[in-house]
């Protein structure tokens, strides 16, 4: 999975959608909370706000979320974590002859009988078209990693997709219109084919998808309503509403839950935890996550493209201290991107404590000279970096101190610019901040794949506006690795590539991470039925109720 789940947001929220019960008695209905309202699941990812709802154009984990409930997708993935069938009769392997021997050709069978939330009937000529979009280069696509092997689509009637691949590219499954990252969806041809492009038609506001429910209104900044989508090919859901709710910031997400006006708050940080377990009403989920939190340097900048300033910042950063004080101890300290649970974790790659001493030592080898402020220099170059940020999250900003005072102490200064989300991670055509490489370091989470599919995030081609490295990392042999992996539809043989390209990351620190996450979900204890998983977490709501 490609998703990007940033820190922090700078949405301004209106009124809350709707009234809520939070005194009383609870109703005789079963249920435990007065608040409760039957039916209707209200939802914040605070601070996580939406920039458009076409997944095809953006990356925020919300927007993903979002969109599983809503939009086509051909795959969908089960509680473990595995592909199952959505749009697609079956998901193709070379067992089942959807894969040809040689990884050439990929067999999509279509479901008859589906139809689009207005009602159009869904076929093949929607996948094609689809495809065709992503292609586009004039479209704002967030990765084309894979399709770009696409030589020739064939389409033998209206339920079967064949595509022609110039060389085997084995996460077609995750990548080619499934809810396992940030990938594009299926998109309605009859909505969509008389656009040149699609970066800012008005289908973006309220798409018209293939999902359990429905977009029915999104108030910017405030709510986002979808209600249940009675065409939905496998059924109504329990579910009649559910109302993502856009809070500004962790604090106010908090006061929200105290006064019982969301059902759900996903994902909470370590430094929330304690307060979030006392509120009554509310229970915790937590379990592991294919998501990692990072701090990413721009190679492309003079002041951190000396791979020994990125040695010694990892040195210097007092992630025990972070994780103890901020994170309060969730998630696992690490310093690979790898899941502990993912089949391609690397156990050979050991966590590496502070330690300043040996930090400084290694620039004071390279050269890197105390300046009379303190900051160290060499050549004109003088390492007082650039931190870019979001506001909204108090525990972030106190990250971000603790590594201030981690970086002082090697002669390493820091500037912070905090932006709107929608900005800092906008596509670069738009301005993006990250995308354009305005930035030093920056610091977010990852989520990852279930088969280790590296390639969007650090692969040489995938450097803006190609796709989403943000680092302009660009590492000959890791490279070779994450192309191999694409020829290799056996777990361990990927599991082999992935070791490659982890040791690389691990010596060239383009990216350091601080830790491979928990997800931790407070949920109205009247809510029922909610399994996610790791990738796609609301992949399986059909029988979710409230």
Request: glycine share 8%; hydrophobic share 40%; aromatic share 10%.
């Amino acid at each position: 999975m490609r998703a990007r789940s940033i820190l922090a947001i700078l949405a301004m929220p209106g009124l809350l959608l709707g009234c809520s019960r939070t005194g009383g008695t609870a109703p005789q209905t079963g249920r435990t909370n007065a608040f409760t309202i039957p039916h209707v699941f209200r939802v914040t990812m605070a601070p996580d706000d939406i920039a458009t709802l076409n997944p095809h154009l953006h990356q925020e984990v919300s927007l993903l979320m979002l969109s599983q409930l809503t939009m086509a997708w051909l795959v969908r993935f089960d509680s473990r974590n595995n592909a199952v069938p959505e749009l697609a009769t079956q998901v193709p392997t070379q067992a089942n002859g959807g894969i040809s021997k040689d990884g050439l050709t990929i067999t999509y069978h279509l479901r008859k009988g589906v139809r689009w939330s207005d009602g159009a009937p869904f076929s093949a000529d929607d996948v094609v078209f689809s495809t065709r979009v992503v292609l586009n280069p004039a479209n704002n696509e967030i990765s084309r990693t894979g399709w770009d092997q696409i030589v020739k689509i064939d389409e033998p009637d209206k339920y079967t997709v064949v595509y022609h691949m110039r060389k085997p590219y084995s996460p077609f499954v995750e990548a080619f219109f499934s809810t396992g990252g940030a990938n594009p969806c299926v998109l309605p041809k009859h909505l969509l084919a008389q656009y040149p492009n699609i970066n800012n038609v008005a289908y973006n506001a309220l798409p018209v998808g293939i999902g359990p429910f429905k977009y029915k209104e999104w108030a910017r900044g405030s709510r986002i309503v979808m209600v249940a989508n009675p065409l939905y090919w496998r059924g109504m859901p329990k579910l009649k509403e559910i109302r993502y709710v856009i809070i500004p910031d962790r604090n106010t997400a908090l006061t929200q839950l105290q006064s019982h006006q969301v059902d759900m708050w996903y994902p909470v940080g370590g430094a929330y935890l304690a307060r979030v377990q006392s509120i009554p009403g509310y229970t915790i989920l937590r379990q592991p996550s294919y998501l990692f939190n990072h701090l990413d340097f721009n190679l492309n900048s003079p002041r951190v493209a000396d791979r020994v300033v990125r040695q010694a910042l990892r040195l210097a950063t007092p992630r025990q201290r972070i994780h103890d004080t901020v994170g309060h101890g969730v998630g696992y300290l690490q310093d690979e991107p790898a899941a502990h649970t993912a089949p391609y974790w690397d156990p050979s790659i050991r966590f590496k404590a502070m330690d300043v001493a040996a930090a400084n030592a290694l620039l004071d080898r390279a050269g890197w000279v105390r300046g009379p402020d303190g900051i160290r220099a060499r050549g004109g170059v003088k390492l007082d970096l650039d931190f870019v940020s979001t506001t909204g999250t108090p525990d972030v900003d106190t990250q971000i101190e603790l590594i201030r005072q981690g970086w002082q102490q090697i002669g390493v200064g820091l500037n912070v610019k905090r932006y709107p989300l929608t900005l800092l991670l906008a596509p670069k055509p738009d301005g993006g901040i990250v995308n354009n490489g305005r930035f030093d370091a920056v610091t977010f989470a990852w989520g990852l794949d279930p088969i280790g599919d590296f390639s969007g995030l650090y692969a040489c081609s995938q450097i803006p506006p190609n796709g989403q490295n943000d680092l302009n990392w660009c590492n000959q042999r890791a490279d070779a690795a994450m192309n191999a992996l694409y020829t290799h539809f056996d777990q361990a043989q990927r599991n082999a590539d992935d070791a490659i390209v982890q040791e690389e990351l691990d010596r060239d620190v383009p990216t350091i991470v601080f830790n491979g996450r928990e997800d931790i979900y407070v949920l109205n204890r009247d809510l029922k039925n909610f399994h996610p998983n790791a990738v796609s977490q609301f992949d399986d709501m059909m029988n979710v109720d409230i």
